[in-house]
């Protein structure tokens, strides 16, 4: 039910800034939560980045606390998670992801992924 597209992956220099998007298509009203998660080259499993609830709080796991903050925009159906103070150790894909409230079954919905790689 709920589609997200992410965007603004790409390469960036040690010490540097992204900022990725993902535009999804549930309501507000409709979610738990929205956040991020990313995969580690060699690593098979998905780790937790930060996430938002529909209250506006947000957790953000220890290796990225301090440096990334992720931010809603309601109106425009978007999330965003800004990356500061990169590191080597954030190349990852990371994957957007929607958890839906639990009137609609707590589904976690997730987009296609998009490349972050810091690198000199």
């Known amino acids: 039910q709920v589609q997200l597209v992410e965007s603004g992956g790409g390469l960036v220099q040690p010490g540097g800034s992204l900022r990725l998007s993902c535009a999804f298509s549930?309501?507000?009203?409709?979610?738990?939560?929205l956040g991020w998660y990313r995969q580690t080259p060699g690593k098979r499993t998905r780790d937790i980045v930060a996430?938002?609830?529909?209250?506006?709080?947000?957790n953000y796991a220890d290796p990225v606390m301090g440096r990334f903050t992720i931010s809603r925009d309601n109106a425009k159906n978007t999330v965003y998670l800004q990356m500061n103070s990169l590191k080597p150790e954030d190349t990852a894909v990371y994957y957007c992801?929607?958890?839906?409230?639990?009137?609609?079954?707590?589904?976690?919905?997730w987009g296609q992924g998009t490349q972050v790689t810091v690198s000199s």
């Open positions: 992801y929607a958890e839906m409230d639990w009137t609609m079954g707590s589904r976690k919905y």
């Open positions: 549930a309501t507000t009203s409709e979610l738990y939560a």
């Open positions: 996430f938002i609830t529909s209250g506006g709080m947000t």
